[in-house]
């Protein structure tokens, strides 16, 4: 069976012909996630993403998974979960009648055992609103084991989402886990009590607290305005994108930011964040992820309604080899390397049919990444993306967050006190330096 939603997952999943022989009815009611998945990727049994055989999915809310680790502070992937519930707060850019989430085990050394899950809009800290909370299925059961290297998605929940609403999702995972895939810098806090609480309004029982996420990968939704619609915009790139610098659970990253100047302007739209703090073009790291040229193809070319890429990365592949915070320095990248790096994304991007907005490098001076050699560097990959075409379009966010009497430092009233991260504010200015026509 050819169809575009196995088409865009084409990279990720393996129905196995036996599932799909059985899956029609359901199909058609809730575009049910097959429960036969394979080591390698997601499962959809959703007939169409375009809305011509099924419900038109689109991508709400989104964050990248990475592999256990613990370099900037302590969290809970290494040793996973053990009779644990896990309650997560996200905030989704664009609305819908209904929603379902995925779940990943991407990098996870044992298959994974959801035992129940819930949805809810968002009350405060961990409570839910009463009355809204959905029991989620997977192909109509509430348990569901995710192997090794899998990712899933749950069946529709008929909960009306709107855009920039907050949703909390609640995992119970009764047994032990084994350590977690997750993504380590959320900006936001995420909750854990012991025993199953997956449906508990009141939040009394989460004691404790961590600022990642854990299996949850993404959230999608259907129904509402612009079901057919493909317009979705993905963010992607290192800890700038990721939303380091910004205030804690206030949604002030860069992409957050965008979203709501393209609400504000009548023009509303998915944004979703794939950054992840750290991350490299070329290189691989323990500590950050896989590089952009590996994880950009399960990331951003499987996310369903989305029509343009931000692609903004680099400066971590330039200043990785100069110093060994929080791990070793990585192997040294030339502006040459930096740049075939670019291409390829870019040429995936155009292969499936969507716009690659280019992304100047914002300023290091004063940070752990200023040197001379460095620098060097920063301004021929600057110059390149400002020059040579390779784009649909660029942001000159080099220059929107850059000192004027200074343009090697980023203006002090937008640093977030490192010399390379911005603040809420500065984050505000990087959004504003969109061209929303070229989105």
Same mark, same amino acid.
């Given at each position: 069976m050819?169809?575009?939603?196995s088409?865009?997952r084409?990279t990720l999943?393996l129905?196995?012909t036996?599932a799909? *022989?059985?899956?029609?009815?359901?199909?058609a009611?809730?575009a049910r996630?097959?429960?036969?998945?394979?080591a390698?990727?997601r499962?959809?049994? *959703?007939?169409s993403?375009?809305g011509?055989?099924?419900?038109?999915?689109?991508?709400?809310?989104?964050?990248s998974?990475?592999?256990?680790?613990?370099?900037l502070?302590?969290?809970?992937s290494?040793?996973?979960?053990?009779n644990h519930?896990?309650?997560?707060?996200?905030?989704?850019?664009?609305?819908?009648?209904r929603?379902?989430?995925?779940?990943?085990?991407?990098?996870g050394?044992?298959?994974?055992?959801?035992?129940?899950?819930?949805?809810a809009?968002?009350?405060?800290?961990?409570?839910i609103?009463?009355?809204s909370?959905?029991h989620?299925?997977?192909d109509g059961?509430p348990?569901?084991?995710?192997p090794v290297?899998?990712?899933?998605l749950?069946?529709?929940?008929?909960?009306?989402v709107?855009a920039f609403?907050?949703?909390?999702v609640?995992l119970y995972?009764?047994?032990?886990?084994?350590p977690?895939?997750?993504h380590?810098?959320?900006?936001?806090?995420?909750?854990?009590?012991?025993g199953?609480?997956?449906?508990?309004p009141?939040g009394?029982?989460?004691?404790?607290?961590?600022?990642?996420?854990?299996?949850?990968s993404?959230?999608e939704v259907t129904g509402g305005?612009?079901t057919?619609?493909r317009?979705g915009?993905?963010?992607?790139g290192d800890?700038i994108?990721?939303g380091?610098?910004?205030?804690?659970?206030?949604d002030?990253r860069y992409?957050d930011?965008?979203?709501?100047?393209?609400?504000?302007a009548?023009?509303?739209?998915?944004?979703?964040?794939h950054?992840?703090?750290?991350?490299?073009v070329?290189?691989d790291?323990?500590w950050?992820?896989e590089?952009a040229?590996t994880r950009f193809r399960q990331?951003?070319?499987?996310e369903p309604g989305?029509?343009?890429v931000v692609?903004?990365?680099?400066?971590n592949?330039?200043?990785?080899?100069?110093v060994d915070f929080?791990a070793a320095?990585t192997?040294?990248?030339s502006?040459?390397?930096l740049i075939a790096?670019?291409r390829?994304?870019?040429?995936?991007?155009h292969?499936k049919g969507?716009?690659?907005?280019?992304a100047?490098l914002t300023?290091?001076?004063g940070s752990?990444?200023?040197?001379?050699a460095?620098?060097?560097?920063?301004d *021929?990959?600057?110059?390149?993306?400002?020059?040579?075409?390779?784009y649909?379009a660029?942001v000159?966010?080099d220059?929107?967050?850059a000192d004027p009497s200074d343009p090697?430092?980023?203006?002090p009233a937008?640093?977030?006190?490192?010399?390379?991260?911005?603040n809420? *504010?500065g984050?505000?200015a990087?959004a504003?330096?969109?061209?929303?026509?070229?989105?």
């Amino acid at each position: 069976m050819h169809t575009s939603n196995s088409l865009r997952r084409a990279t990720l999943a393996l129905v196995t012909t036996a599932a799909l *022989a059985l899956a029609p009815a359901a199909l058609a009611d809730t575009a049910r996630t097959d429960s036969a998945l394979s080591a390698t990727g997601r499962t959809d049994s *959703a007939l169409s993403a375009t809305g011509h055989h099924g419900p038109a999915w689109r991508a709400a809310w989104a964050a990248s998974p990475q592999s256990p680790t613990a370099p900037l502070g302590p969290n809970w992937s290494q040793q996973g979960f053990d009779n644990h519930t896990v309650r997560q707060v996200v905030r989704v850019t664009t609305g819908g009648s209904r929603a379902r989430i995925e779940l990943t085990n991407r990098y996870g050394s044992t298959p994974l055992r959801i035992t129940g899950a819930t949805v809810a809009r968002t009350a405060e800290g961990s409570a839910i609103r009463p009355g809204s909370v959905r029991h989620l299925r997977f192909d109509g059961r509430p348990s569901v084991t995710i192997p090794v290297g899998g990712t899933l998605l749950s069946d529709a929940a008929n909960l009306p989402v709107e855009a920039f609403g907050s949703l909390t999702v609640t995992l119970y995972l009764a047994g032990g886990t084994g350590p977690a895939t997750f993504h380590h810098f959320a900006s936001a806090t995420s909750y854990r009590a012991t025993g199953d609480h997956r449906a508990d309004p009141a939040g009394a029982a989460f004691t404790e607290t961590s600022a990642s996420w854990y299996y949850l990968s993404g959230v999608e939704v259907t129904g509402g305005h612009g079901t057919a619609r493909r317009n979705g915009v993905v963010t992607f790139g290192d800890s700038i994108t990721d939303g380091v610098g910004s205030t804690q659970d206030a949604d002030h990253r860069y992409p957050d930011e965008l979203a709501e100047r393209l609400a504000a302007a009548g023009r509303p739209r998915a944004v979703l964040n794939h950054g992840i703090a750290g991350n490299q073009v070329v290189n691989d790291t323990t500590w950050a992820g896989e590089k952009a040229l590996t994880r950009f193809r399960q990331d951003v070319l499987t996310e369903p309604g989305v029509r343009t890429v931000v692609l903004f990365e680099g400066i971590n592949d330039i200043g990785g080899s100069t110093v060994d915070f929080p791990a070793a320095p990585t192997p040294d990248v030339s502006v040459d390397r930096l740049i075939a790096g670019h291409r390829t994304l870019i040429r995936e991007a155009h292969a499936k049919g969507l716009k690659v907005i280019g992304a100047t490098l914002t300023p290091v001076k004063g940070s752990f990444y200023d040197t001379p050699a460095n620098e060097a560097k920063r301004d *021929a990959f600057n110059d390149w993306v400002r020059t040579s075409g390779a784009y649909d379009a660029i942001v000159d966010l080099d220059r929107a967050v850059a000192d004027p009497s200074d343009p090697d430092r980023i203006l002090p009233a937008y640093d977030s006190g490192d010399g390379l991260h911005p603040n809420d *504010a500065g984050y505000t200015a990087m959004a504003q330096a969109m061209d929303l026509d070229e989105l």
